[in-house]
């Protein structure tokens, strides 16, 4: 019988929430390594470089919104090492290394009370979104002279099992057992599952996808309402609903069905993952 050889990933950010996630739903399908060290160290870098071979490249590896406070370690990270870990890989011209995927964001986007489709003009409104949209801008630039294809997928609002500090479900729900009223949640966004995240993922290498594809649910939920789900799931307190209005941020994920996602985890389901 003739032997199958596995695709090889190599994946920055392998740690993160969404980068273990995705190795472990797909770490029998696919050869994946995690790259082991600092991305801001380029001489590392470029030398672990040496001798390797792979097929794909994901970069999860990023500062969060929620650890933007530092502007110097958000740009070092964000922006300066990841571009210049894409240099280091055009320069190497590795065999058979034919697809670089950036994990984006939906902060590249401005408010909307529309479904934001991927040709809305990017107005990020915080440091995050900015660093992101930086990243987007050189790819755009560069791709025709780069020697892989290269990837943007600006995912919404991910929810999952052990979501850690700095994302809403958890904030909210500390937040909950300490207050008896929430405020700026009169406003609507777009939550997704993880496991639909990494499916979408998985599709958008198989296909070496180039365009900037929304990974998204498609499905907008106001705050206040996830909020009573979270509630009266976890914790079932007395809490009322501050109402003055806020801004919105859902997505379009027409594209991303047309490519092959068809069905996604309900919000619900979605926020329900968490496990305090």
């Not at 639909?196 to 705050?223: A, C, H, M, Q, T």
Request: net charge positive; hydrophobic share 35%; proline share 1%.
């Amino acid at each position: 019988m003739r032997k199958v050889f596995k695709k090889k990933i190599i994946i920055t950010g392998g740690n993160g929430m969404l980068g273990n996630h995705f190795y472990n739903m797909y770490k029998n399908a696919f050869t994946i390594v995690k790259y082991p060290n600092r991305i801001e160290n380029f001489k590392k870098f470029e030398k672990w470089l040496e001798g390797k071979k792979f097929n794909y490249f994901i970069h999860f590896a990023a500062k969060t919104k929620s650890e933007s406070k530092d502007k110097k370690k958000l740009k070092l990270i964000n922006v300066t090492s990841t571009i210049k870990m894409i240099k280091i890989l055009n320069k190497k011209k590795i065999l058979n290394f034919k697809y670089f995927l950036f994990i984006s964001s939906s902060h590249v986007y401005g408010f909307s009370n529309k479904k934001i489709k991927e040709t809305k003009k990017r107005a990020p409104k915080n440091l995050y979104g900015k660093s992101k949209k930086r990243v987007e801008d050189y790819i755009i630039n560069k791709r025709k002279k780069l020697n892989f294809k290269v990837g943007i997928a600006r995912i919404f609002n991910v929810t999952g099992a052990k979501q850690r500090k700095g994302n809403f479900v958890p904030d909210m729900v500390e937040k909950m057992k300490k207050v008896k009223t929430i405020y700026f949640v009169n406003q609507f966004r777009d939550f997704i599952h993880i496991d639909d995240v990494s499916r979408s993922i998985k599709l958008l290498i198989d296909k070496k996808f180039e365009k900037p594809i929304n990974i998204s649910s498609g499905k907008k939920i106001n705050l206040i309402n996830a909020c009573k789900i979270l509630n009266n799931s976890f914790l079932k307190n007395k809490i009322s609903y501050d109402k003055k209005r806020g801004k919105d941020i859902f997505g379009n994920n027409s594209l991303l069905r047309n490519i092959g996602i068809k069905k996604f985890k309900s919000v619900k389901k979605a926020l329900l993952e968490y496990k305090k």
